[in-house]
């Protein structure tokens, strides 16, 4: 039956076009301005509100989640640091510290039993009175 096979089904429009998807690319490779943004570093909430702003288009946090991820982008979390951080005392501060201490702990030993509770023989726990 050769008429007889499945169509590809188009699916729904997707919400940002091409160029607005061009933007959100050089608006995550920009990364936030803290004056203006209020945030260091992108969250997908804070990019939402962003393609609101700019675009006029409402998209849920995991709408925005999966148009980054189409886009080639993967979740990243960087350690914060603080603006104010001297790199200096820190580096000093890990040459002087002491190192840990290699040697570890003698673990407590394992028990076959519970302690608690009173101890019965096994053959009296069978017993029928």
């Known amino acids: 039956m050769r ?4 169509l590809k ?3 729904p429009k997707p919400k ?5 998807q061009a933007e959100l690319v050089r608006l995550v490779e920009a990364g ?4 203006c943004h209020g945030v260091v570093r992108w969250r997908r909430v804070d990019l939402r509100d962003e393609l609101e702003r700019r675009f006029g288009v409402v998209l849920h946090e995991r709408s925005v989640g999966k148009v980054l991820a ?4 993967r979740r990243l979390s960087v350690r914060p ?3 104010q951080a001297d790199e200096e005392a820190q580096e000093a ?13 003698p673990s407590t030993p394992k028990t076959s ?3 608690s509770g009173s101890r019965t023989k096994p053959a009296s726990v069978s017993r029928v009175r």
Not at 70 to 73: C, D, N, R, S, V
Not at 93 to 105: E, G, N
């Open 3 to 6: 008429g007889l096979h499945d």
């Open 9 to 11: 089904t188009p699916g």
């Open 16 to 20: 940002l076009t091409a160029e607005q």
């Open 32 to 35: 936030p301005d803290p004056a």
């Open 70 to 73: 189409k886009l080639g982008y």
């Open 81 to 83: 640091r603080h603006p």
């Open 93 to 105: 501060f890990k040459k002087t510290s002491p190192r840990r201490s290699r040697h570890s702990f």
């Open 113 to 115: 039993r519970s302690k």
